[in-house]
């Protein structure tokens, strides 16, 4: 029994390492005097102190999290509808269709994807830039959101929403009161999806950057043909630690939550029993 | 009285081919507590929805005081409704549950807080106003559903099944407050059930269904007593139904002897069946009753014994006694006219009511 405990502790730990382990090792050299991550010739910040010196660097990063915070509203917002829609269908020949549809975006190749909005975008003659980066990340990130949220439809009891009815609701009312609250944790996890598929994504945005417009990934994949310069690993290190701020934040906030609502039930059943 | 508030006139609802209500009319006088009762699948949500309009009919005329009210939209009508599940609204605590519908109406906050505290107290859950729905069990979930709907002084109130999810006793306490909140608002109450001891405990009127139809309407006594026919009288309660023939008025035959009844108005040696509940069954030795019966089995139940015997047909009789006897012993049956209802077969209630009217 302990030893199975051990076991299992230990293959925990491998896990972890492996995935980890890539990215320590990039923070490490972020702080190398030297100018490579062959050997580490002691500490410093010159290259951090580069990339704030970078403006190019630091407007492309600016220009990165606008597409993504851009990008994941505007699907989520059209996902979240379109999610309502599909509930609606009430042929389901009609609804597993258009869900295939969707999945299909899902899983096909970024660079199909990338390669037909270039072609459709020349075709139609829009400039390739902001706009074309915003509305293919739109594009690629609706079928996220609609998965996202379309579960959360699906659990949520068409009953409640008789009941808002029942007590004069309109239907706008009934959306924006009952559906909407109660999908609420979907359409956010819609959100942080797009969001972070945003960021991420490469393949689609290198055919539709264009000339003068670059987001992250493209940029350093472009630097990176020059050799890696520990600028970047400055950069990664700084989001790394970004992220940890993030997670740590919606941890503390779900933590704080929870022990509020305790405490108002303690608070409650204090009341009543006087 | 204030006179009938709600009117089905030749209600047909049809989902795609299947008709699921056949043909209902019925008439719901204000302030009664009413109750639909029959086995699942025969319709009683069905009607409700109708009512409360999330359905509309495939042909006949739904009647609210005395206005058509087929196209009138849920959120316009003045009913409502405590749903099976309770459908609380889960993001809401409890006071903002019941403030739901005022606040959809836009009355002043001040009013609403008054309203909110008077429906909780009503509903015996004073205090728990910040509670989230998570954070209670399933009978103070049930009061909170009750008081959102209240809140709204609904004309009629509608409740499908609310009590099926809470346990035995809970359920009997809530029975109980139900009643007394509708004699004390003198709100109709629509109340849907499958359990025939909770009909007959609440209501003032019944209506029995069955496959999409009413078979029969009445006070909980009525249709105990009277039943109209073979299902009504199984469904209702514990019956012996044994199969007769009617010799004359106020004669029956059945088992091979003739007894004396109160029924009346039907063809001379007709097939019928006739009805004696267990509870009218006295014991007594062999050969000294109407009747002789041999005890299969006895089961002490508390109050009574519960027994099961044959006659010399082979017909089941079941019977309930405060004495015990001895399985495989031969005892003698006696009960009075009055216990013997007889049944004939296909009577309409129309027609049921016009002979009972006569002859009784
Ligand atoms: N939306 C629908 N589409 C098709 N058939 C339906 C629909 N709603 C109900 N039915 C059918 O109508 C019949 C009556 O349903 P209803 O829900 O009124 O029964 P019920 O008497 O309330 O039963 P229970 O006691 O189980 O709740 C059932 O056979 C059901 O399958
Ligand atoms: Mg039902």
Redesign the pocket.
């Known amino acids: 029994m302990k030893k199975k405990f051990h076991l299992s502790n230990l293959y925990l730990i491998l896990v972890f390492a492996v995935l980890y382990l890539p990215i320590l090792y990039l923070i490490f050299y972020s702080f190398n005097a030297g100018k490579t991550m062959d050997k580490f010739t002691g500490f410093s910040w010159q290259h951090y102190l580069t990339l704030f010196a970078d403006t190019r660097m630091i407007s492309i990063v600016i220009n990165t999290v606008i597409i993504a915070v851009l990008s994941a509203l505007i699907a989520t917002l059209i996902g979240t509808f379109g999610a309502l829609g599909i509930q609606q269908l009430r042929k389901r020949s009609l609804r597993n269709c258009i869900l295939s549809l969707n999945n299909v975006l899902m899983v096909s190749p970024d660079v199909i994807i990338g390669a037909s909005f270039l072609i459709f975008f020349t075709f139609l003659g829009i400039k390739l830039g902001f706009g074309s980066v915003l509305l293919s990340h739109i594009a690629f990130s609706i079928p996220i959101v609609v998965l996202m949220v379309l579960p959360k439809i699906d659990e949520m009891s068409q009953v409640m929403i008789d009941a808002a009815y029942d007590l004069g609701a309109t239907k706008w009312q009934a959306l924006t009161r009952v559906v909407l609250p109660a999908i609420t944790p979907g359409i956010f996890a819609g959100y942080f999806m797009a969001f972070t598929y945003s960021l991420d994504d490469f393949a689609v945005t290198f055919f539709v950057t264009g000339n003068g417009f670059s987001t992250l990934s493209v940029e350093i994949y472009s630097r990176a043909r020059q050799g890696i310069d520990l600028e970047v690993n400055a950069l990664s290190t700084l989001m790394f630690v970004v992220s940890l701020l993030l997670v740590g934040g919606y941890y503390a906030l779900t933590r704080y939550n929870e022990s509020k609502k305790i405490h108002r039930a303690r608070a409650a059943e204090e009341e009543i029993s006087q | 009285m204030a006179g009938k508030v709600i009117e089905f006139r030749h209600v047909i609802k049809s989902?795609?081919e299947?008709q699921?209500l056949k043909q209902i009319d019925f008439e719901i006088e204000a302030g009664k507590f009413y109750t639909l009762l029959?086995?699942?699948?025969?319709?009683?949500?069905?009607?409700l929805r109708l009512i409360a309009g999330f359905l509309h009919p495939t042909s006949g005329e739904i009647l609210f005081n005395g206005q058509t009210i087929n196209e009138v939209p849920a959120n316009q009508r003045q009913v409502n409704t405590v749903f099976?599940d309770y459908a609380l609204f889960p993001h809401l605590n409890v006071e903002q549950n019941v403030a739901f519908g005022l606040e959809i109406k836009k009355v002043d906050k001040k009013i609403i807080k008054n309203k909110i505290s008077d429906a909780l107290k009503l509903v015996q859950l004073s205090g728990y106003g910040q509670r989230n729905i998570d954070e209670l069990s399933g009978g103070q979930k049930q009061r909170v559903a009750i008081a959102r709907a209240i809140v709204n002084e609904p004309k009629v109130l509608l409740l499908d099944?609310p009590l099926s999810a809470l346990d035995h006793k809970l359920r009997k306490e809530m029975q109980g407050e139900l009643r007394a909140l509708q004699q004390r608002l003198g709100i109709t109450f629509i109340f849907?059930t499958?359990d025939q001891e909770e009909a007959l405990a609440m209501s003032d009127q019944i209506f029995v269904m069955n496959a999409g139809k009413i078979l029969q309407s009445g006070t909980p006594v009525d249709i105990y007593d009277e039943p109209i026919n073979h299902f009504v009288a199984d469904f209702i309660g514990e019956s012996n139904i044994i199969p007769g023939k009617m010799k004359d008025d106020y004669i029956v035959t059945f088992d091979g002897h003739d007894f004396e009844c109160v029924d009346a108005g039907m063809k001379t040696n007709e097939a019928v069946e006739i009805v004696i509940r267990p509870e009218d069954l006295d014991i007594a030795p062999a050969n000294t009753g109407k009747m002789n019966v041999t005890v299969d089995t006895q089961l002490f139940r508390g109050v009574d014994y519960q027994i099961t015997a044959h006659d010399v047909n082979d017909n089941e009789w079941k019977i309930n006694s405060i004495h015990k006897t001895t399985v495989g012993q031969m005892v003698g049956l006696n009960f009075d006219p009055e216990d013997i209802h007889v049944m004939r077969f296909g009577e309409d209630e129309a027609t049921f009511d016009a002979r009972l009217e006569q002859y009784e």
């Open positions: 989902f795609d299947t699921v029959g086995p699942s699948g025969c319709g009683k949500t069905t009607i099976q099944e849907v499958h």
